[in-house]
């Protein structure tokens, strides 16, 4: 009777081991893992109690659940980019929601490589980057990937940054001192034999998302392409070459998330969705009560004038920008470039210092260069060319395009303030921020000068003292047809 009971236990102690074990073996063999990412979230902050909320949300529902990155997570906010340690408040967001990757984007470098560095020691996270040397700088080097594991499978994911403007990414060039970059597509097949070792393949970029297509289609061993910097929103993804490619904008409006389907050994399935953030009812309290703290800025709250009405676009708000600089700089004319202009609109009512941090976010310079009226043609002709489009906004006067009909640029008109033509021997006093002298090939016999004052500490000094400012309906530049 005794050993009837002992092998009654026995045999019930193996059914319950079976059993687990069959319950292990099935969730193995359909197994989902899902991947928030957001990118370009310019220390936009927010959104992230929302986002906490939600991810929890999400770990409630999958195997596994990943948070990255695909850069540019600074420049955009003063509560950010002005804090006394610029950029930790995003470092300290981002640890405390637990991301695990963030791609370098070209704004990690606009504190400059040494404020890098520091918010990179302070990250609970992996900065990557594939296409990067930073062997002569003291810059740590990134590693190109990094492997995220979740019961038994291996995510690999590798980042490449952006190079366009002159084989290097997109912020002043004084910042990218001594670093090195490499085409990331090139570099991209390096790697591409690592893929058969994992059972995902990511590329986790800053490209912009006609670059990760061209990533797709000469690199097919890519699952999935997270991307970044061209702040393109695809609310599913594309796929291309059998490569899914996905982004979600900008200013962490939407949360991207991307579930893996694998069936044993082999990933079945990918399946994206954009997920908006503005209209998530849920957030982590604690989270939410740290970003009321990081906004509660007294400085950045003060108030310097009032819009009589909203100033809107990049003309009316380069108009502000460039009068700015002209004014309180005593020049005759100003330039800014439309990529410098970061936010679209002022609203109508009182401005606040953090509005103008938001608006030139970069601490540019202003340098004054003593021009002649073929020289500034060249300058405007060289923003031109960019996009086949006027990249300029001017104060101190006037200027138009002149197109032939298959829309080629065959002239342009510049006219001061009082709607005269410039005289061709005469010399103006020319402001361009700093930005523009080293990234803008034009013609100049004068070296320039810096004046030693950022473009926007002249905007605060500008709408203080006029108090009231309004802009609305100026259009200083034309685009004509010509014979």
């Known amino acids: 009777m005794k050993k009837i009971i002992i092998n009654s236990a026995l045999a019930l102690l193996l059914a319950v081991v079976f059993s687990a074990c069959s319950n292990q073996s099935e969730d193995q063999s359909n197994l989902k893992i899902a991947i928030l990412h957001t990118n370009d979230m310019h220390a936009k902050i927010d959104n992230m109690a929302k986002l906490a909320a939600y991810k929890q949300e999400v770990e409630g529902q999958y195997d596994h659940v990943f948070l990255v990155s695909a850069g540019d997570i600074f420049s955009g906010n003063p509560v950010v ?13 981002m640890n405390r929601l637990g991301y695990d990757l963030t791609a370098i984007g070209n704004h990690e470098f606009d504190y400059g490589q040494e404020v890098l560095a520091k918010r990179m020691k302070q990250a609970d996270f992996q900065f990557i980057c594939a296409n990067i040397n930073t062997q002569k700088t003291s810059l740590p080097q990134p590693k190109p990937h990094a492997v995220l594991e979740a019961d038994g499978k291996t995510l690999l994911f590798i980042s490449f940054i952006e190079i366009w403007n002159d084989g290097l990414p997109s912020t002043h060039p004084a910042k990218l001192k001594n670093l090195e970059f490499q085409d990331p597509v090139e570099s991209a097949g390096k790697f591409t034999k690592l893929a058969k070792n994992h059972d995902a393949f990511i590329g986790l970029t800053h490209l912009g998302y006609r670059a990760d297509k061209r990533l797709a289609q000469e690199h097919p061993e890519f699952d999935l392409i997270i991307g970044g910097h061209s702040h393109s929103f695809l609310d599913s993804a594309e796929k291309v070459n059998n490569t899914f490619i996905t982004q979600v904008g900008d ?9 893996l389907s694998f069936n044993n050994d082999e990933l079945t399935d990918i399946h994206t969705e954009a997920i908006d953030l503005k209209n998530y009812e849920k957030e982590n309290k604690k989270i939410a009560s740290l970003i009321k703290k990081y906004n509660n800025n007294e400085a950045l709250n003060a108030v310097i004038g009032k819009a009589e009405n909203p100033i809107r676009g990049k003309g009316e708000l380069g108009a502000l920008f460039t009068d700015a600089q002209v004014e309180m700089q005593n020049l005759d004319f ?3 470039n439309n990529g410098g202009i970061r936010i679209g609109e002022i609203p109508k009512g009182e401005i606040k210092v953090k509005t103008i941090y938001q608006l030139d976010p970069f601490g540019n310079d202003l ?9 500034i043609k060249s300058l405007l002709r060289s923003g031109y060319q960019r996009g086949n489009e006027p990249n300029l906004q001017i104060g101190g006067g006037s200027y138009t395009i002149h197109l032939n009909d298959e829309n080629e640029l065959k002239r342009i008109t510049i006219r001061n303030e009082e ?3 410039l005289h061709t021997d005469s010399t103006y006093k020319v402001g361009l921020n700093s930005y523009i002298t080293e990234t803008y090939t034009f013609d100049h016999e004068d070296e320039g000068e810096s004046l030693y004052v950022t473009t926007a500490k002249n905007l605060i000094d500008f709408i203080k003292e006029k108090e009231n400012i309004d802009y609305s309906g100026v259009k200083r530049i034309h685009v004509e047809k010509t014979e």
């Open 334 to 336: 100003a330039f800014q």
């Open 419 to 421: 709607g005269e033509k």
């Open 367 to 375: 340098v004054k260069i003593e021009m002649k009226p073929d020289e």
């Open 81 to 93: 980019d002005v804090y006394k340690k610029k950029g930790y408040p995003m470092i300290d967001l």
């Open 251 to 259: 200013d962490i409006n939407y949360v991207g998330k991307t579930v």
